[in-house]
């Protein structure tokens, strides 16, 4: 019987693994589409990137997007490089202290304050958009970064004050307590026991809030309407003809504008995924 | 003692508290106002007409050709389909892999790959689209004509019956990783004990998913249903960069509507009308969630 059961749970792991790789394999195909498009010249794919009787590899396409188009995408791409570290950087700082001080200070209406946290963290930006338009270019910031990186804040504020108040009030009140007896000021406890503590959930936000202004669409089309001003993300529906698509093209430019947030994903993984299931779960 | 509260609150407070006043909660307030104020002229006061005028608009509400199930449906119908065929297909997606994935730790890189969907911008996922459901160079489209399904080898977005399909089977394969994500971190925390006492008692597979593993998943399950539902209902940019509602208002939903209404029409009370009927939607499933963070 123990021979048979180690047999049959062998089996069982190599089918799962199979099957693992397998449904990895599936949900990678569309994005190794996006690449081969890119990189192949357009009599090679049009019948489907996956056929390989002639195979030329060449980067024609991507220096196309990138210099020679009606909109060359390299400023396009430093825009939203530029305004997504402001988008990342700003609401951090303040979310941070915002949660400490709603956590750890007295306010009256505790309660109201999470289920209004709770609340705006649904609302869409369509809810706001027309009066945000009307009051971004009253105060002069219409057509300009500034008003990018706003709204990139205020639409993030919400789950970064959750996220940030959870991992507070996760943290031990003792040391605060301690350095309060000491005489240290609140500034001194946040920035030398709270931020120090919270430096891994700070780098989860910083890096899923880098990626979400980048890949930020919405406030951008509303903001943004000069040519020369464009972020990223608005050239892609631009590359978009009516009759004529230029599929290598589009697939370039696809592919530099997701290269970014691939790339910062690859690298601080951990960080990300901590964040993508922090801020909705409460634990 | 009666506290008071300190002046140093009011600072590390006090940005945060005027953007989202200014630039969020007031917003709503008068986006509701402006929902009952006519489009053009001084803006005056009129009742519900901007509603009524919206559910008799065709391109926001056909029960006509609902009924006869030919698109276009309206963007109303469309919104509350997709939210029907995505949550129950990303859910389940996502639970599968989930359960295949935590089986295979050493190999993250699998789990990676499912997630990637998740990471890239929404308007590039409008891109990848037409690499599955376009005609000649399409994954999806040329797998149905290799197993001899003719009518769906064929562009998804040139046709009504198909065009919105496409769109919600793309975003499923964004939303799964998602989905994944959330249920391995729950099943990270189901003690190994009680998975070998299931051995041990000689569960099969089925029984210990049902009597342990599914009951460590609920509030997992809540939180995806919430997210996913918000994101269902609001939906825009894979749109706005693939089908723009074509053909024909086919895949139009009220994201994309209400956009095109306040900054392509500047009807701005008719456009304030549909975006608080897709926050009153959305709003459902956050009373729920509400609620449940309330009694903890």
């Known amino acids: ?283 | 003692m009666k506290q008071k509260i300190q002046r140093n609150t009011i600072v590390f407070i006090l940005p945060t508290i005027l953007l989202l006043f200014f630039f969020m909660i007031l917003p709503v307030g008068e986006s509701i106002w402006s929902s009952f104020h006519s489009n053009g002229g001084k803006g005056e006061f009129v009742g519900f007409a901007n509603y009524i005028a919206l559910f008799k608009d065709p391109s926001f509400l056909n029960i006509k050709y609902f009924i006869r199930g030919e698109q276009p449906f309206g963007a109303l119908i469309n919104s509350l389909i997709w939210a029907l065929i995505h949550l129950p297909l990303s859910l389940g997606l996502g639970l599968l892999c989930a359960l295949v994935m935590i089986k295979l730790p050493k190999l993250p890189a699998l789990r990676t790959s499912i997630f990637l969907g998740m990471v890239i911008p929404g308007v590039i996922t409008g891109v990848v689209t037409q690499f599955l459901f376009e005609k000649s160079s399409g994954m999806v489209s040329n797998f149905f004509g290799l197993i001899g399904v003719t009518s769906l080898h064929v562009s998804w977005f040139a046709h009504a019956r198909t065009a919105l399909l496409a769109l919600i089977f793309t975003s499923v394969w964004v939303w799964t990783g998602y989905c994944m994500i959330i249920f391995l971190s729950a099943l990270t925390t189901i003690p190994n004990s009680y998975l070998e006492a299931a051995t041990l008692d000689g569960a099969s597979g089925i029984q210990t998913f049902w009597y342990i593993k599914l009951p460590f998943l609920r509030s997992s399950i809540r939180t995806i249903v919430v997210m996913s539902l918000i994101n269902e209902l609001t939906n825009f940019d894979i749109i706005y960069s693939s089908t723009y509602g074509g053909p024909g208002g086919a895949s139009n939903v009220l994201g994309l509507q209400m956009y095109l209404e306040s900054f392509r029409y500047s009807r701005f009370g008719t456009g304030a009308a549909i975006a608080t009927i897709m926050t009153l939607l959305a709003a459902v499933p956050i009373y729920f969630n509400v609620r449940s963070t309330l009694r903890k």
Not at chain 1, 102 to 115: A, S
Not at chain 1, 146 to 172: E, H, R
Not at chain 1, 180 to 190: E, H, L, Q, V
Not at chain 1, 239 to 245: E, V
């Open chain 1, 1 to 283: 019987m123990s021979k048979r059961y180690i047999l049959r749970r062998k089996a069982s792991r190599v089918f799962l693994t199979i099957g693992g790789v397998l449904l990895s394999i599936l949900w990678l195909l569309p994005i190794i589409g996006v690449v081969m498009a890119s990189l192949r010249p357009y009599q090679e794919i049009v019948d489907g990137w996956w056929r390989f009787d002639e195979v030329t590899i060449s980067f024609a396409n991507f220096s196309y997007v990138l210099f020679k188009t009606t909109i060359p995408m390299v400023r396009p791409l430093v825009n939203s490089f530029v305004s997504s570290i402001f988008g990342a950087l700003i609401p951090a700082c303040l979310g941070t202290m915002a949660a400490y001080a709603f956590i750890r200070h007295y306010l009256p209406g505790k309660t109201f304050i999470t289920v209004l946290i709770l609340c705006l963290m649904a609302i869409p930006g369509q809810m706001i958009a027309i009066p945000v338009f009307k009051r971004i270019n009253a105060i002069g910031l219409l057509d300009t970064y500034a008003g990018v990186v706003l709204m990139n804040t205020v639409t993030s504020l919400p789950w970064i004050l959750f996220f940030m108040m959870n991992v507070i009030k996760g943290q031990s009140i003792a040391i605060e307590e301690a350095a309060r007896i000491d005489g240290a000021s609140d500034y001194r406890i946040f920035f030398e026991i709270v931020v120090p503590q919270s430096l891994p959930a700070l780098g989860s936000v910083g890096i899923l809030q880098f990626v979400w202004s980048w890949n930020s669409f919405f406030w951008p089309l509303i903001i943004i309407y000069d040519m020369k001003k464009l972020m990223a993300t608005q050239v892609i529906p631009m590359l978009r003809g009516q009759f004529y698509t230029n599929w290598g093209a589009l697939s370039a430019a696809a592919l530099l504008v997701m290269g970014i947030p691939i790339i910062v994903f690859l690298f601080f993984q951990n960080l990300f995924i901590q964040g993508s299931v922090g801020f909705t779960d409460d634990k």
